[in-house]
Every structure is written in C-alpha cells, then in structure tokens.
C-alpha cells in the first residue's frame, strides 16, 4: 500500500489532467482524488461538484512534505467545531493547525482544556510533564517516542518566549484546573475516544472517529463505493469498511 506522500503525488501527477479537463478523469482516477483529500483533510467534496477536483488538487499541491508528517503523526483531535484560544497562547487552534507540539502546549498552560478533545495519546499526561514550551516539532516527537530530551538542549536550540496564564485570562474557555487529572477516571474514559500510540495511530481511521453512521454512509456513497456493499453495515463496521476501501484506492 502507498503511504501518504506517494498517494499525494499520484493525484499531483494528474494535475495537467484535471487542470485542463476534470470530467476526462477515469472513475479510479477520481475515486483516488477523493480518497487522498479525505485522508489529508477529513473532509468530503461533492461528487458533483465541477470544480471540486481542481480546488482539491491545487490544496493538495499547496501541502509541504512538514505538514505531511504532521497530518501523518497528528496524535491529539479536537471535537469537531473546537476552537482554543487563551491569552498567553499566541494564536487559536483547530484541528486545521493543530500539531502535536501545539496540543502539548495547551494542556500544559491549562489542563481543563482536556474536555475539547476527543483523541487523545494514552499517555498524555506523562507527556505532558516532560514537555517544554522551548521544545522543537522534532524534540516533540522525540518525547513522543520515548527518548530522553534534556532541557539545556532545547533552550540552545529553540529560544521562544513563554508566558503564564492565570485563571483570570483563562476564564473565557475553561476554569483553571489545579489538581492532577488521574487518566483512570471515567471521565477521561468518555473524553478519549480511541487512546492509541504512537506506533498504532492510523490517520484514516481516526478521520472517521465521531461521525454518525448518517455520515459515514454519505461517505461511502461520495466515494462510489456498492451501497449494497455497506448500507446494512453498524457503525464500526463502517468505520473498518471505509478504511479498507480508502487505502485499497
């Protein structure tokens, strides 16, 4: 199966062809478009739509191979419509821009954000405790992955200003959390959808995480798949059966 830079660059080599004459792409030629743009953006365009797959290759072309390896190593999700923004943050997050670092940095200035994501890593909390605002995206992943990262090491190499937040500015999103949050606790339970790790986290799967079988079968049904092939399937074998047909494309 070709991993995500590969299937990127397939719909990139169409480019003449959809740039020139959308309608001249074979029926597998477009199934490949819309699979990779859901994989990379979690989102569905119209079948349709005339224009759709132009906006979707020149999106698609617009991506650096880091915003590739983000989309690929994303751990944490924000429920669907989030929006975190606090003073001391430095911009608003989505799941649009957000990254693994990003995530780290908002549970660590305030905790009680945890309630807007639905995916989180088995061990966030740990993460959470070893990380660093001065961190890189690289050392981030690093701790990720289990190595030792030392603090002179990340003040020579990525010197950002940090600023404590309070309750006060905090109070326009969540109350200020003080206490340990104990990742056994029921409510951590509901909050994390599907804890995974590193080495478990399937992008395409998690894409689908959330939605209801009303939007799973639209799915199906945008993508061309046999409606007879899943229209009596339940929810999780939706999921499975999405997933399998997106990475056969």
């Not at 200020?176 to 949050?181: F, G, L, R």
Request: charged share 30%; glycine share 4%.
């Amino acid at each position: 199966m070709a991993d995500l830079n590969e299937r990127i660059q397939l719909v990139l080599d169409l480019g003449p062809k959809i740039v020139k004459d959308p309608k001249s792409l074979s029926f597998d030629e477009k199934r490949l478009v819309h699979s990779v743009y859901l994989q990379v953006t979690g989102q569905v365009k119209r079948k349709d739509c005339s224009t759709c797959l132009v906006e979707i290759y020149f999106e698609l072309k617009s991506i650096n191979k880091n915003q590739i390896t983000n989309i690929m190593n994303k751990l944490f999700k924000l429920k669907d419509g989030s929006v975190i923004g606090f003073h001391g943050l430095g911009q608003d997050y989505t799941n649009a821009n957000l990254t693994n670092k990003a995530a780290l940095t908002i549970l660590k200035k305030n905790p009680g954000c945890k309630k807007y994501f639905t995916q989180l890593p088995h061990n966030w909390e740990d993460l959470v405790l070893g990380y660093d605002y001065k961190m890189s995206n690289e050392q981030v992943d690093a701790l990720i992955a289990g190595k030792a990262v030392t603090v002179s090491e990340v003040f020579e190499e990525s010197p950002i200003e940090t600023t404590e937040v309070t309750a006060e500015e905090n109070n326009e999103i969540v109350p200020a959390v003080e206490e340990k949050i104990d990742s056994d606790t029921s409510e951590v339970n509901s909050t994390i959808d599907s804890p995974v790790s590193a080495e478990e986290f399937d992008p395409i799967k998690q894409s689908l995480e959330g939605l209801t079988k009303k939007d799973l079968q639209k799915k199906c049904a945008d993508l061309d798949l046999p409606k007879k092939d899943w229209e009596k399937l339940n929810v999780e074998n939706l999921k499975t059966y999405l997933v399998r047909k997106i990475k056969e494309a």
